[in-house]
DNA sequence: GCTTATTGTTGCTTAGAACAACAGATTGCG
DNA sequence: CGCAATCTGTTGTTCTAAGCAACAATAAGC
């Protein structure tokens, strides 16, 4: 248990069982209409990539959201957490559990505003900038798994595709 | 509230008070590295989908996993469970509360399987198949409106992309 | 035959999403 | 100016999903 042969990384070997089962089965098993909505195939390309995140960001105990917190606060010191919140997408009362978590582990701070008495202006202490390098290094590495897995010219288009619409 | 100017509905405009704040905003806010992570407008963009997805459905209460689940049982009647787990990658624990879900509804049923005594065969019900007419017309109109969002070619450059793998 | 694996199931834990409400602060406007 | 409306961060609560462990019944492998 603890060297293996292949490096079973726990999702990229998770569908060693199902490959067993497809082996066995006689008729293979159609989607039906799932073929035309696109919406199946994101779920399904999403979740794999937040598994293999979190599994590759495991040891710094970094997720998906945590990780876009971080990086959109590098990239806009001082941004507000309504302006956070609404770039990402996230909803201001989870972002505030969000910050808390990261604010404990002492990788941001909140400031007061300098400007409006009510909002907080968004920092990474030094901490959080020193541990964001090796974080997005990982979360580099993560793109590359899932470049691998659709192919280059494959993740390169989507990138560009769904980048554009904002 | 019973007629509106705009067709809010609530997915398509619920940036409305974005761009208002963008307006407000004087610099506007960096992704920084997070421009270079698919999941990131993966994730996004799924979220969309099964948003829009659900307000289209709302009215039939058919949710995205249970649209699948009725969707592949109809195109393989009389699968097991552990087969329709394994395809849509749903845990099969969690497939069990979904079909009893569907089942109590009426729209689907659980066989005794005739080869194994551990295993179902699902099947729809009549009245499932009945109601999965008009659902599926639904899903293609949420279709039309992830079509119009995204644009046709990259809609269809998409589906075509994901579809592959496998 | 006897060990091992699979199937459907239940229970439990954790994470996310969504919504309502609130106090403090700011903005808009009459 | 002064008051109403709006915004900000926050707390609380609810609901759904995901994931894991365990179990009895059954099947498969050797």
């Known amino acids: 248990m ?18 067993e089962r497809l082996r066995r089965r006689r008729e293979v098993i159609a989607l ?9 195939f994101v779920r399904r ?14 040891a710094h105990d970094i997720r998906p959201a945590q990780f876009s917190v971080l990086v959109v606060i590098e990239a806009n010191p001082g941004l507000s957490q309504a302006d956070l919140a609404d770039t990402l997408g ?15 582990r002492g990788l941001m701070r909140r400031e007061a505003s300098p400007v409006d008495r009510r909002s907080h202006a968004l920092f990474l202490t030094e901490a ?14 993560h793109e590359a798994n899932l470049t691998e897995r659709l192919g280059r010219e494959k993740h390169d288009a989507l990138l560009e595709a769904l980048r554009e619409p904002g």
Chains 1, 2 share one sequence.
């Open 2 to 19: 603890t060297e293996r042969q292949l490096p079973d990384d726990s999702i990229g070997n998770a569908d060693a069982p199902r490959r």
């Open 32 to 40: 039906g209409s799932l073929e035309n909505h696109l919406g199946y």
């Open 45 to 58: 390309l999403q979740v794999w990539i937040f598994h293999d995140f979190v599994r590759t960001l495991a």
């Open 90 to 104: 996230i909803e201001r009362a989870r972002l505030v559990r969000l910050l808390d978590g990261l604010e404990k």
């Open 128 to 141: 959080g900038e020193k541990a964001l390098g090796p974080v997005k290094a990982l979360a580099a590495e």
